[in-house]
């Protein structure tokens, strides 16, 4: 019987793709559990339909991305906050942080996932960030932590 997988499916193969098993284990194993419908011309069509429509929607995310990247890279970005004379800021810069006065600073939306810090920031300096945004977009930016007036 020939099956169109909703799923993916250790050794029959990946979700979409159209399989020839036995008529056995589509009716009592694949078909029963969600994992994969009889074959007709419509459900392809419906499933290409799908596809072409996830790729467009993540074409989209990453212009989107690189809209933002760009808009990030084009100055170093000053954060200021309390700190002492030695320089040791009271407290840190952590992601969130930076995604919450940097979407002040820009006016853009940013979600604290997207930078990548190995150890929230802890003194006063200059600072390159790993951006990561949706769509694979990734690159860095400068950061300046300055003292609080």
């Not at 990946?14 to 419509?42: F, H, M, Q």
């Not at 960030?129 to 769509?135: A, C, F, K, M």
Request: hydrophobic residues 35%.
């Amino acid at each position: 019987m020939k099956v169109i997988l909703l799923k993916d499916v250790p050794k029959i193969g990946k979700k979409g793709e159209i399989k020839e098993v036995s008529d056995g284990y589509a009716r009592n194993y694949l078909i029963p559990r969600g994992l994969a419908r009889e074959y007709t011309k419509g459900l392809e069509r419906a499933i290409e339909h799908e596809k072409e429509m996830e790729r467009k929607k993540k074409e989209r995310e990453r212009e989107e991305s690189e809209k933002i990247l760009k808009e990030l890279k084009k100055r170093t970005h000053i954060i200021k906050v309390k700190a002492g004379e030695a320089g040791k800021i009271f407290g840190a810069v952590t992601a969130a942080t930076l995604a919450e006065e940097i979407s002040k600073l820009t006016g853009l939306n940013l979600d604290k996932r997207w930078f990548k810090l190995d150890k929230p920031i802890k003194e006063i300096g200059k600072y390159s960030v790993e951006v990561v945004l949706p769509g694979g977009v990734r690159d860095t930016i400068d950061i300046r932590v300055e003292r609080e007036e």
